[in-house]
């Protein structure tokens, strides 16, 4: 068991590592975006890049939101649409590296294949009042095959106009688009399920009307554009959708769990034991946490955008959940309620180290849905990733000495549950490092990310596993007419003579005990003097403190007494 505990913690840190590395880019993506331009920041920046995994035939919407020109300004606004089939492509490229992707028809990264669109508009006057629709297209444009890197350098360096596609590889994609009905501010219209970049040039190109001489603040000009992107299941991205659904089922289940828990215990609340409290607790915070990530799901297929508010809202209700979780463990492994009655010293510990994990886990949290720096939000992992490991390693140890303990006892009935119980936790770990092995294959390592529609798995993994094994401590720990069974009782978990002497030769095992003779055969007797002594403890207390009755609380003593009146 040792061994094991020592091997868990180099498989807990590794999976933590793994998984926080890949939930650095786990934000949700939302749908609808306001793009902001102005003559101050067209000068630092003028291609905006959104990013989304869509749907076959989803729908792309630029609309002119509104305009403030102090005097006319010609602008020019081009738009680029692109697609490929590795998922790190896209989601993984820095804002610098999108003048290297506006009109590129070429392969930039090996397996990187896909269509491409480029539409550019006729000058377009912001002095005076625009419509809405200004930017809506009559008919969508026909995608254009991009070039494999094997393509020539001449090829390469052929302008965006040249069609790249041959009429077999084309003639699907032409026809669909020709037969599409435009909608009004529609601009485009996806081609095949996967993830999109969307680039939107708008840039400066002066007036004859310029005010010569005038101020900067004459020459300032505002414009406000809304970008959308809508699938059959209106804003949700093509790759959460299977994740909504997840956590929709999830939170079912983990309502009926609650109301299965909930009366079970009114069924048997006599007899129910401290430990039964905290799984009613997990189920709880389980449930409320299922119940707002599918809330915020829901905000962005309906409305587009994601409330931040929420989303940092669960991410701290999901940390109080996994503390108080891996608290229940920490206490079900320590033999809380089963072997000893009370915590005692290692009380304080455990309080400790759960409100550390509390404290490392929101901020970790917190980064990472605010789109913090990547190698940030990996400083804050570290320290959850060391702690998660030495209270894997903390967890193993103690139910050693638990089980060694109702060994000791022949306590079969308690011992059994222990065993399930250690039997699940070690199944958690394989199951983990075989899962690890997968994602690290699939996605890590991989130089192109071609299974995206598989990613929701590596969040949905983790909570299935972890409700998995909250479901069989329910099923070991379950309130029943024989609660008592399992729950700690002074008369019948005391040690016995036998017990007592089976731990001291373990512990004084090779040493010579004082106070006792040897004979000629072997036998040990003890002094006069030590058979008084033990005579006047066992029969002359000490205080008044010793005659009372070695009970923790009333609800002990009622059991005491329940057990004697069986024993007569």
């Given at each position: 068991m040792a061994t094991l505990g020592g091997m868990s913690v180099s498989l807990i840190t590794l999976l933590l590592f793994l998984h926080v590395i890949q939930q650095i880019q786990a934000v949700l993506q939302t749908g609808k975006w306001v793009l902001n331009v102005d003559s101050k920041?067209?000068?630092?920046?003028?291609?905006?890049?959104?990013?989304?995994?869509?749907?076959?035939?989803?729908?792309?919407?630029?609309?002119?939101?509104?305009?403030?020109?102090?005097?006319?300004?010609?602008?020019?606004?081009?738009?680029?649409?692109?697609?490929?089939?590795?998922?790190?492509?896209?989601?993984?490229?820095?804002?610098?590296?999108?003048?290297?992707?506006?009109?590129?028809?070429?392969?930039?990264r090996e397996g990187g294949t896909g269509f491409f669109v480029f539409h550019e508009y006729e000058l377009i006057e912001c002095g005076q009042q625009v419509h809405g629709d200004e930017l809506a297209v009559k008919s969508f444009d026909v995608?254009?095959?991009?070039?494999?890197?094997?393509?020539t350098a001449s090829?390469?360096?052929?302008?965006?106009?040249?069609?790249?596609?041959?009429?077999?590889?084309?003639?699907?994609?032409?026809?669909?688009?020709?037969?599409?009905?435009?909608?009004?501010?529609?601009?485009?219209?996806?081609?095949?399920?996967?993830?999109?970049m969307f680039i939107v040039h708008v840039e400066e190109t002066g007036s004859s009307s310029e005010p010569r001489g005038g101020s900067e603040e004459s020459k300032a000009?505002?414009?406000?554009?809304?970008?959308?992107?809508?699938?059959?299941?209106?804003?949700?991205?093509?790759?959460?959708?299977?994740?909504?659904?997840?956590?929709?089922?999830?939170?079912?289940?983990?309502?009926?769990?609650?109301?299965?828990?909930?009366?079970?215990?009114?069924?048997?609340?006599?007899?129910l034991l401290r430990i039964q409290f905290w799984i009613g607790g997990v189920v709880f915070l389980g449930m409320l946490e299922k119940a707002v990530y599918y809330a915020e799901f829901q905000s962005i297929r309906y409305n587009g955008v994601s409330v931040q508010g929420a989303v940092v809202f669960a991410e701290i209700l999901s940390a109080v959940k996994r503390t108080l979780a891996r608290v229940l463990v920490i206490i079900a492994s320590l033999g809380y309620g089963i072997v000893k009655p009370r915590l005692g010293a290692l009380l304080h510990r455990v309080v400790g180290v759960g409100l550390v994990y509390l404290t490392f886990s929101v901020v970790e949290g917190v980064l990472r849905v605010n789109t913090a720096q990547d190698d940030l939000v990996l400083l804050a992992a570290i320290p959850l990733a060391v702690l998660d490991s030495a209270l894997c390693w903390w967890i193993f140890i103690s139910l050693a000495q638990t089980m060694k303990l109702l060994r000791l006892r022949r306590n079969l009935v308690k011992l059994s549950l222990y065993r399930h119980f250690t039997n699940t936790l070690i199944f958690t770990v394989i199951a983990s490092v075989i899962f690890i092995i997968w994602m690290s294959k699939t996605f890590k390592f991989s130089k192109c990310q071609s299974d995206w529609r598989e990613l929701w798995i590596d969040d949905a993994f983790w909570r299935f596993l972890f409700s998995i094994v909250?479901?069989?401590?329910?099923?070991?720990?379950?309130?029943?007419?024989?609660?008592?069974?399992?729950?700690?009782?002074?008369?019948?978990?005391?040690?016995?003579?036998?017990?007592k002497e089976a731990m001291m030769s373990?512990?004084?095992?090779?040493?010579?005990?004082?106070?006792?003779?040897?004979?000629?055969?072997?036998?040990?007797?003890?002094?006069?003097?030590?058979?008084?002594?033990?005579?006047?403890?066992?029969?002359?207390?000490?205080?008044?403190?010793?005659?009372?009755?070695?009970?923790?609380?009333d609800e002990e003593n009622i059991t005491t007494q329940f057990e004697i009146s069986k024993m007569e």
């Open positions: 920041n067209i000068h630092e920046q003028n291609k905006f890049i959104f990013r989304k995994t869509l749907f076959n035939s989803s729908t792309i919407y630029l609309q002119w939101m509104s305009e403030d020109c102090k005097h006319p300004v010609n602008l020019s606004i081009s738009w680029y649409l692109r697609n490929s089939h590795c998922y790190d492509e896209v989601f993984g490229l820095d804002n610098s590296q999108v003048n290297n992707y506006f009109k590129l028809n070429a392969e930039v995608p254009r095959k991009i070039m494999k890197s094997e393509s090829e390469r360096e052929e302008t965006v106009g040249k069609n790249a596609t041959t009429k077999s590889e084309d003639e699907e994609v032409q026809e669909r688009m020709t037969s599409s009905v435009v909608p009004p501010y529609a601009v485009a219209r996806a081609w095949e399920d996967g993830p999109y000009w505002k414009l406000q554009l809304e970008i959308r992107m809508l699938g059959p299941y209106q804003y949700i991205s093509a790759s959460e959708w299977p994740l909504m659904c997840f956590y929709m089922v999830m939170c079912i289940i983990y309502v009926l769990l609650g109301v299965l828990w909930l009366g079970l215990s009114a069924c048997y609340w006599r007899d909250l479901l069989v401590i329910m099923f070991l720990w379950r309130p029943s007419i024989n609660n008592q069974r399992y729950a700690f009782t002074p008369l019948l978990d005391e040690m016995s003579d036998e017990e373990d512990a004084f095992e090779g040493m010579k005990m004082r106070g006792m003779k040897t004979e000629t055969n072997g036998s040990t007797i003890a002094s006069k003097e030590d058979e008084d002594l033990k005579w006047v403890e066992e029969n002359i207390p000490s205080s008044i403190a010793d005659m009372a009755p070695l009970l923790d609380s």
